[in-house]
């Protein structure tokens, strides 16, 4: 069965930071894209991050280049998703996701077959 178990959420100041966790299980990892999305309320879903399994390249939307690393931990089949600096408009609920996108849409929330339950971020101003 797969499974995809985002975890790490919470409630955090302004600046502050946090790091998400994303447990995969039940297919191999490395054919596939692990991605993390975000919604927040009356917002449509965005992609925040993804990485390859096959060669750990990465990719960020660019609000938040420089502030969130997406890393893999092979042995463990886990993605995380370490934000610093945190701001008001990062509260959303992450959620992840595989997939196989096309270069030109790594974060197109299409391109990923398979989703996680999310976990709710909220920043606090």
């Known amino acids: 069965e797969v499974q995809l178990q985002a975890s790490g959420g919470g409630l955090v100041q302004v600046g502050g930071s946090l790091r998400l966790s994303c447990a995969a299980s039940?297919?191999?990892?490395?054919?596939?894209?692990i991605g993390w999305f975000r919604q927040a309320p009356g917002k449509e879903r965005e992609g925040v991050s993804c990485i390859s399994s096959a060669d750990n390249s990465t990719y960020y939307r660019g609000s938040v280049k420089g502030r969130f690393t997406i890393s893999i931990d092979k042995a463990k089949n886990t993605v995380y998703l370490q934000m610093n600096s945190l701001k008001p408009e990062d509260t959303a609920i992450y959620y992840c996701a595989r997939g196989r996108p096309v270069s030109s849409a790594r974060l197109t929330s299409s391109m990923y077959t398979y989703w996680g339950q999310g976990t709710q971020v909220t920043v606090s101003s």
């Open positions: 039940g297919f191999t990892f490395a054919d596939y894209v």
